[in-house]
C-alpha cells in the first residue's frame, strides 16, 4: 500500500548514533523511547521516526550515521537537540512492523523506487507512529521529486 504525502515544519526532538545499521539502531530506539518516557514525552499519538543518513553500499559499518526523532507538537518543550526535518513530497509505504517486514522494504527498495520519481539527496524515513504500531504497522517515506 502507497501514497503520497508532503512533510512540512515537522521539529524533532532528535539523537544520532554512529554505527552498523540493523540490531544497533533498534537498541538505540529504545533507549531513546527511554529517554522520552523520562521527558513525558511519549504518549497514544506519538510519532518516531528513524533516519538512515548514510548508505551502507558507501561508508563502512562503523560509520554509518542514524537518527531517531520524535516529532514534536507545537507546545512541546524538550531539553534534547532539536532540528526541523525538511520539507517535501515523500512515497509513503506502509509495511509490516517486525524485522522481517523492516527488512523485506529495504531488500526490495530498488524494485520498490524503480518507477518513482526519487530524490536520492535526501534520506528515507522510517516512520513509528503509536496508532500503526497498535495494528502492527509503520511507514517507510521515500523522498520524491516531483508529485505522482
Not at 544520532?16 to 518516557?37: C, I, Q
Not at 526523532?69 to 517486525?98: C, D, K, M, W
Request: charged share 30%; glycine share 6%; net charge neutral.
Amino acid at each position: 500500500c502507497m501514497r503520497q504525502e508532503r512533510f512540512e515544519r515537522i521539529t524533532l526532538a532528535c539523537r544520532r548514533s554512529v554505527g552498523p545499521y540493523g540490531e544497533h539502531n533498534r537498541r538505540f530506539l529504545e533507549d531513546f523511547k527511554r529517554e522520552l518516557a523520562r521527558e513525558q514525552l511519549l504518549g497514544p499519538s506519538s510519532v518516531l521516526l528513524g533516519i538512515a543518513l548514510d548508505d551502507p553500499a558507501h561508508v563502512p559499518a562503523d560509520r554509518l550515521r542514524y537518527e531517531v526523532g520524535l516529532v514534536l507538537g507545537r507546545e512541546q518543550r524538550t531539553s534534547l537537540e532539536t532540528r526541523v526535518l525538511e520539507n517535501g513530497l515523500y512515497a509513503v509505504f506502509e509495511i509490516p512492523h517486525t524485522k522481517a517486514g523492516v527488512l523485506s522494504f529495504w531488500e526490495n527498495l530498488p524494485a520498490l523506487t524503480a518507477e518513482l520519481p526519487a530524490d536520492r539527496s535526501r534520506p528515507i524515513v522510517e516512520r513509528y507512529a503509536a496508532p500503526m504500531i497498535a495494528r502492527h504497522l509503520c511507514e517507510m517515506c521515500v523522498p520524491i521529486i516531483r508529485p505522482l
